[in-house]
């Protein structure tokens, strides 16, 4: 409970809330306390830094900028629609008083009694620049031809690059926007059929995986002619390999074979089956019928 204690608010027993809205209304005090003693009158005590270095009109010391006060705020009229608010301030060297307002024209602060401004501002246009604030809006363009010029220059640019570009978004938006129904039924049509063209294919793999015992993780490559010459290719060349080797193993068992004459009877056959095997070897390779490319390959 003292943990809490700072948190809390006391009501006094005749309090209502119905009827006093807040603690603040049931004493008779503003929300801003102190600071709104003067608010009866459009006056609200603020703390004001000045914003530049000043002269007291009466005391003649210097103020730096920087330094605050208790103004009395108020607003004094306005600018369009931004207020113009004063700052009335009481010298902490003297008793005299000195004001201070926004111009929001020139989007600064302007001393208006009491005091006098430090003069420190620098000049571009006596240094070959130009000048920052323009107080003459109303002053029309120093060369009417250049100003003649940047417009029909605009006017052209509008007329070839803007307005085109213009209609061609239009275009666009009504391409796609025209009729949104027909669209998506376009959509969704051409969704379905690509669904069924993947199904299909991926049946179709799943079916090759399963003849060949191929993992079912194993991304196969799609069907088209270069795929398919490629593999024709590979299979050519596999096939002459294969038969280069069994050219080769026959050639050895031929000329390691020894030749026997071929027995009458079924004892001779018994009495040397080492030749009987050769024999039986040889005519399996000799009537060995050749390799066939696959169906896809064909």
């Given at each position: 409970m003292q943990g809490k204690s700072g948190f809390n608010k006391y009501y006094p027993p005749d309090?209502?809330?119905?009827?006093?809205?807040?603690?603040n209304a049931y004493r008779g005090k503003h929300a801003l306390g102190d600071r709104a003693r003067k608010l009866d009158k459009g006056i609200l005590i603020t703390r004001f830094e000045l914003p530049f270095n000043i002269w007291c009109?009466?005391?003649?010391?210097?103020?730096?900028?920087?330094?605050?006060?208790?103004?009395?705020?108020?607003?004094?009229?306005?600018?369009?629609?931004?207020?113009?608010?004063?700052?009335r301030c009481k010298c902490h060297l003297c008793d005299s008083w000195f004001e201070i307002q926004t111009d929001p024209k020139n989007t600064r602060y302007v001393v208006v009694s009491g005091a006098r401004q430090k003069d420190e501002e620098w000049n571009p246009e006596e240094n070959g620049g130009f000048a920052i604030h323009d107080p003459d809006a109303n002053a029309g363009p120093a060369d009417p031809l250049a100003a003649l010029e940047k417009s029909t220059t605009a006017q052209d640019h509008v007329n070839?690059?803007?307005?085109?570009?213009?209609?061609?978004?239009?275009?666009?938006?009504?391409?796609?926007?025209?009729?949104?129904?027909a669209l998506s039924t376009l959509v969704r049509k051409r969704f379905r059929a690509e669904k069924k063209i993947d199904a299909?294919?991926?049946?179709?793999?799943?079916?090759?995986?399963?003849r060949y015992g191929l993992p079912e993780?194993?991304?196969?490559?799609?069907?088209?002619?270069?795929?398919?010459?490629?593999?024709?290719?590979?299979?050519?060349?596999?096939?002459?390999?294969?038969?280069?080797?069994?050219?080769?193993?026959?050639?050895?068992?031929?000329?390691?074979?020894?030749?026997?004459?071929?027995?009458?009877?079924?004892?001779?056959?018994?009495?040397?089956?080492?030749?009987l095997l050769k024999a039986r070897v040889l005519s399996n390779t000799r009537h060995s019928s050749t390799l066939k490319p696959p169906d896809g390959l064909k």
């Open positions: 309090y209502d809330g119905e009827k006093h809205k807040s603690l009109g009466t005391c003649n010391n210097h103020i730096g900028m920087g330094v605050r006060y208790n103004a009395e705020k108020k607003k004094v009229g306005s600018y369009y629609s931004t207020p113009i608010y004063s700052f070839k690059v803007q307005i085109p570009r213009l209609e061609s978004l239009q275009d666009v938006s009504d391409r796609y926007n025209g009729d949104p129904y299909a294919k991926r049946a179709a793999d799943d079916q090759l995986k399963g993780t194993l991304q196969l490559a799609a069907e088209d002619d270069e795929s398919k010459s490629a593999a024709r290719e590979q299979w050519e060349r596999g096939r002459r390999e294969h038969e280069a080797r069994t050219s080769i193993r026959r050639a050895r068992l031929q000329s390691s074979a020894i030749p026997l004459s071929l027995p009458s009877t079924s004892s001779s056959r018994s009495r040397d089956p080492l030749a």
